[in-house]
């Protein structure tokens, strides 16, 4: 019996310095501070073209909107930008972040002409026709071009609580406080030219200031009907017009978080 106790205890202080010496391979007993700056992204797992009032986009078949799918918009929308943080205790973090990122569509619808004889604003397949809108050449091409872009810039300070778990591995906890800005611009051009258009003049006006003109009522002319034709048709060669709408507003921004450090 008392032999056997001695081989215990003698078991027993022999695995204490090793057991006392695996625990210097944990999360080290000494205070530590530090900091960091760097490149850094948010990923927002949300589409913000479904957010509430954004449907004067008008998804598929609204024909009171402009047409575009809102579900096509990023999605995660991605943030990018900076962050930085530095230790002011052993346990607490502070830091900031701020990133911005935007996502688009666009489109070209075909202009579709139907006659609505009934005046009610609706195409009725068995009563009314329809047909492709087809400009002169000397108008140019009328198709609409659109675009929608939603934009986002967050910015704001961030405070974190360590709790150490093994050596080089923490887990904290912790909330981003600051303001964001979200933005939606929609933009219409008619008549945008083509590439091939990019290069030219969309007047008809000749380098030395010459401008020819059709004479419109055949009298041998340069009348007032003449001008007016000019005006209408050969004045710019490539018809377009554009309008631009935004909107925006600030907001703020409470995130809280959990993040792993290795």
């Known amino acids: 019996m008392v032999t056997g106790a001695i081989k215990r205890a003698a078991l027993c202080l022999s695995l204490a310095p090793i057991c006392l010496l695996g625990q210097e391979d944990y999360y080290p007993p000494e205070s530590f501070y530090g900091g960091g700056v760097g490149f850094s992204q948010m990923f927002l797992f949300q589409n913000l073209g479904e957010l509430g009032s954004f449907e004067m986009l008008g998804s598929v078949g609204d024909t009171a909107g402009f047409g575009f799918d809102l579900t096509q918009f990023s999605n995660p929308f991605v943030l990018n930008g900076g962050e930085g943080f530095s230790n002011i205790t052993e346990r607490i973090r502070i830091g900031g972040f701020a990133g911005v990122g935007s996502s688009f569509l666009t489109k070209r619808p075909e202009i579709i002409l ?18 492709a809108y087809a400009p002169p050449p000397e108008v140019g091409n009328q198709s609409p071009d659109l675009e929608a872009k939603i934009s ?6 961030t405070i974190e609580y360590m709790f150490p778990l093994f050596k080089g591995l923490e887990v904290s906890v912790g909330s981003l406080f600051g303001y964001g800005r979200l933005s939606l611009n929609v933009s219409q051009t008619t008549g945008s ?37 000019v005006n209408n048709s050969q004045i710019p060669t490539i018809a377009f017009s554009g309008a631009t709408t935004s909107l925006s507003g600030t907001f703020v921004n409470i995130q809280p978080y959990l993040a792993v450090k290795v």
């Open 114 to 131: 139907f006659l609505d004889l009934d005046q009610d604003g609706e195409f009725d397949a068995d009563t009314e026709q329809k047909s």
């Open 193 to 229: 030219p083509s590439w091939k258009d990019q290069f030219r003049s969309v007047f008809q006006i000749r380098p030395n200031g010459e401008t020819p003109v059709t004479d419109a009522n055949s009298d041998g002319q340069i009348t007032e009907a003449d001008i007016t034709h």
């Open 152 to 157: 986002m810039w967050v910015s704001g300070a």
